[in-house]
């Protein structure tokens, strides 16, 4: 008797390929069986890099963390148009990395001036699948001048933001200290006077709810050139100090540390340290659901909102997989 249109041997079927010409109950039998390839669907994603950490006595605010989004035409970081959702093979383990943001330094050095780039770091990169999110830089330190580079959104150690996550650090001028960058905007040149605020992140609602995101941190300020300190970009952005140390970049927003201040002691202070990353996905709930455990990250489980089903990893590496 033919089966599955081969009049010879029955070919073998499995979950991951079908051989044959197939009729509704057949296809309704292989799946009752565990033998039926299922196609794949399609998830959108949010994911957002570490923050990195703001500048040493003199310094630059840290860049926010590289930002990639694929929901519902939102903007995608350094204002570009909405990447396209990752489509997802049923029973396949994808990997998911919360990148950590960049951490602070212990101390900065004191009343020498002499404060370097060992006191701050850039993040870390997050990653679901083939996506990556690049981590934020680090704000430059400033060992004895008021010239300083503030960190990139999405750029590690550098200046310069990554197309399509994030924008430049401000640069520094007569002891004002430059804003880092964020998903939306520069960060400010700073100046003397002048507020050198980080640059804004970008708004989702992937979680149904709008939250801004990705903002850079605030340069640092000299006590003795400039009042007050620097705001940090919206979006978790870290303020940057005057005569204290930077303000860290809030977490799971990929916000940039502020920097740290210097006064006309000689005193340094070290910058804040970098938010931490997030991810996000977000599928129709008809479509799949999550199977398995999600060893080595931290998450609030499946939602839902409205037609769909959405998951917010807050910390970790591991994988995942949808049935």
Known sequence: MAKYGYTGAKPTQSSSANTGVFGVNDVVELINKGNYKRQ?????YLVIAGGGTGGAHRGGGG???GY????ASETSGRNASTETPLRIAYDTSVTVTVGAGGSAASSASASTGTATLANV?????????TI????GGSG???????????G???AANSGSGTAGQGFDGGGGFNYGYGGGGGASANGTTGASGVNAAGGAGLSSSITGSAVTRAGGGGGGRDSYFNAGGSSGGAGGGGAGRNNNTGTNGSGNTGGGGGGGATNSLGTSWRGGAGGSGIVILRWATADATISGTRTGLTDGGVQTDGDDSYIVFTAGTGTV???
Do not use: E, I, K
């Not at 794949?40 to 959108?44: C, G, I």
């Not at 990639?68 to 929901?71: D, H, V």
């Not at 990556?132 to 981590?135: G, K, V």
């Open 40 to 44: 794949d669907f399609a998830v959108s």
């Open 68 to 71: 990639r989004n694929s929901y």
């Open 152 to 154: 990139g959104s999405g």
């Open 63 to 65: 860049g926010a963390g």
């Open 321 to 323: 997989s949808f049935s």
């Open 140 to 150: 430059s330190s400033a060992p004895g001048s008021g010239l300083t580079t503030a």
């Open 132 to 135: 990556t999110s690049t981590a």
């Open 121 to 129: 770091t850039a993040g870390n990169d997050s990653v679901f699948s």
